[in-house]
Every structure is written in C-alpha cells, then in structure tokens.
C-alpha cells in the first residue's frame, strides 16, 4: 500500500515539474517573440543626441505626430524646473526659483530634431534627446529626457535638467567625444505653465540608483491653442551634422 502511494506522489511531482518546464517555455519563448524596436539616430552632434528607441511604458503612442518645431518650442518654453529642497533648508533658504527648463539656445536645437523624430516614431517609439555642454567652469552641464505623444497628451520625461559634472581627467588628445564621469545630482522638481495645461505630474526613482524622472503629462493641443507662439524657430530649419 505504501508502495502504491509513493509511486503515485512520484508521478505527481514528475507531472509538476513537467507543467512547470512547459509554462516556463512558453513564457520565454513568448518574450522571444516580441519584437524590439531598434535605436535610430536621428541628430547627432558632439555628446547632443536625438535618437528613436523602444518605449517600455506604452505600445499605444500615437505615431507618427506631425509637430513643427516652432510648436515644439513653443511648449518646451512652458516646461519649468527648480531645486528640490527639504522642510530645514526651505526655512534657511525659502522655495527655490522656477527658472526654464529650456533655454533658447537649447531649443534652437532640440526642437527641429524632436519634430523630425516624431514624424518618423512608430507606437512602439519614444524619442531620447540629451544635451551637453562646457560651462565656462570647465564642468559639463546636460539636460537628458524622453519625449511621446499619446493622444492629446504629450509625455515628457526628464531625469536631467541643466545638471552641473566637475570636469574629469584630460582626455582631450584622446577622445574628444568621451564624456567626463557623471556624479549623482540633487533632485529636482518641475512642472508646465501654465499648469491649467499640465494633466498629470509624476515622480518616479529607479532602485539602487540615483536616477530621478519627472514625467510631465500636457494637454499640447489646447496648450498651443491658447499660448502665444514664440517666434525664433523657422519650421523648415535645416538639421546639422550626422542627420540620417
């Protein structure tokens, strides 16, 4: 008798395994069966980049959106930023200033290249853009977001915002295109004005790591609608070195 049931825990345990190797199968070759969505340069410029990649949070993006740059730049100048401060230092220091999180040199160049690379995204895409510059400190300042539209919402994630590196070793005769060792940076804060326009705000931290985002969610269409374009974009400017 206890033969018989031994044997018949035997096989159901063999039956377990069995059922979970075969869902285990199905689950990896269902992940091997999704497709991936391929980097795609779209201005590249020293350390400036503007490339299409594979959007985790969203498979239902509205692209391709037609955006010139000028309406681009027009919301890029509503976006605003300042320092996040804790309750003792706002009592030493008080709120920290809202200043842009764009400037016009900035947006002279990320939004002709933001424009060109929602008009080629698919609804698997979201477009990265990172800027980078020398300060007259010798520090490397870089502004680094993601950029999708989903339907009359224009998503804007941004985990840099003029974020300030000390300058690293001389590797000028080297790789001029090395960027200097990034530090961890103080967090930040931000949001669109004005904020009648701005459906959603959200803080999001990656684990074990200093990354910050602020996602901004904006109602673009009816934010342009109401705002005064701000001219100094031509829409038909000219995108400059390594356009694909």
């Known amino acids: 008798m206890n033969h018989i049931r031994h044997s018949g825990n035997s096989h159901n345990l063999q039956s377990i395994r069995a059922l979970f190797i075969l869902l285990s199968l199905t689950v990896i ?14 201005y590249e410029s020293g350390l400036n980049t503007v490339r299409l990649e594979g959007d985790p949070d969203s498979t239902s993006n509205t692209h391709p959106t037609a955006l010139t740059p ?16 804790n309750v003792i230092h706002q009592l030493f220091s008080g ?10 040199e900035e947006i002279i160049v990320l939004a002709p290249a933001l424009s060109k690379a929602l008009a080629q995204a698919t609804p698997t895409q979201r477009v990265y853009f990172h800027l980078s510059h020398a300060t007259d ?25 003029h974020d300030r590196h000390s300058p690293g070793p001389d590797i000028s005769k080297y790789d001029r295109q ?36 602020e996602e901004l969610q904006i109602r673009y269409r009816e934010a342009l609608s109401a705002m ?11 995108l400059k070195p390594s356009q694909p």
């Not at 681009?72 to 320092?83: A, D, F, H, Q, Y």
């Not at 400190?137 to 009359?152: C, D, K, M, Y």
């Open 29 to 42: 070759a269902g992940c091997a069966s999704q497709p991936v969505s391929p980097q795609k340069a779209i």
């Open 70 to 85: 000028t309406e681009l730049g027009t919301v890029l100048r509503g976006v605003r930023s300042w320092e996040r401060r």
């Open 95 to 104: 709120q920290a200033d809202r200043t842009r999180a764009f400037r016009d």
């Open 137 to 161: 400190q010798g520090e490397e300042e870089t502004t680094t977001g993601w950029l999708a539209v989903r339907g009359t919402i224009l998503s804007l994630s941004l985990s840099e915002i």
């Open 178 to 213: 090395m960027p200097n060792v990034p530090e961890r940076t103080a967090a930040f804060d931000a949001t669109f004005e004005p904020e009648e326009f701005l459906a959603r705000v959200s803080s999001r931290w990656a684990l074990f790591a200093p990354d910050q985002r």
């Open 228 to 238: 005064p374009i701000q001219p100094g974009l031509d829409p038909g400017r000219t």
